[in-house]
């Protein structure tokens, strides 16, 4: 399926050095150690290292939050015990966030993505997640890709509301794209090689992207809302 076809992703008008982030992934991001294992949806084969994070070190950012849904409501003293905090909080640089990575950072931060939780990730040789959705459908929540290492049969598939099939192959061209991921959603690598994305949650608040419902014009509703929910886990 083209991107211009599939309205859960969209490329943005960005490029970086592809090489430059491929030399960065290997001399400064693999020799931190063995990647963080997500866990979850994604089980035993998807983890990476942190850019930003709330602690400003590469193992950060990947705490379970998903532990602390329940059904109808979130448990904040669960998310207390784990360390979750808000994802907007993931904010800063890590042992990662230097050079090219930096840059991606900077710019994404400058035309107004917010770029948050940043990280470096790996789905392993043959892995895959499980069908989910990371937030309701009438919530905003998007991740912006920026794909290192990728292969043919690398896919993400959404699913809409009647089923209907939305797969895409990302290159790793230097590329840059945003997607939805509050529909059912997953990923796949059926390869015999891991495939490593650079992954972010994003606001966009100045409507770079072309369709609308990519854009987020209430920022400062959000970092409001971030405070109370901090504040609420801070004191459970």
């Known amino acids: 399926m083209k991107i211009e076809d599939n309205p859960y992703v969209e490329k943005l008008p960005f490029m970086f050095d592809i090489n430059q982030l ?29 850019v930003l994070a709330n602690n400003g070190t590469w193992t950060g950012g990947w705490t379970q939050g998903h532990k602390a849904m329940k059904q109808g409501g979130f448990d904040y003293k669960i998310a207390k015990e784990l360390g979750v905090v808000h994802d907007f909080s993931h904010d800063k640089p890590t042992e990662a966030c230097t050079g090219i990575f930096k840059e991606v950072v900077d710019q994404l931060e400058a035309h107004g993505f917010y770029p948050r939780r940043v990280r470096t990730t790996v789905l392993q040789p043959g892995g895959q997640s499980s069908r989910h959705r990371d937030a309701p459908n009438d919530a905003y929540a ?16 959404v699913w809409d509301d009647d089923n209907k099939e939305y797969p895409i192959h990302m290159p790793a061209d230097g590329g840059v794209y945003i997607l939805k991921v509050n529909n059912q959603h997953q990923i796949v690598n059926p390869t015999d090689k891991p495939r490593y994305h650079i992954i972010m949650n994003a606001w966009d608040t100045k409507g770079i992207a072309q369709e609308e419902s990519f854009h987020f014009p209430h920022i400062e509703v959000l970092k409001e809302r971030v405070e109370v929910f901090n504040e609420r886990v801070r004191t459970a």
Do not use: K, M
Request: a negative charge; one cysteine or more.
């Open 142 to 157: 998007c991740r912006i890709h920026i794909p290192l290492v990728t292969y043919e049969g690398c896919v993400h598939t």
């Open 22 to 50: 491929q030399q960065h992934l290997y001399d400064n991001v693999l020799t931190l150690g063995d990647p963080i294992i997500q866990g979850g949806a994604y089980g035993g084969a998807f983890g990476g290292w942190s």
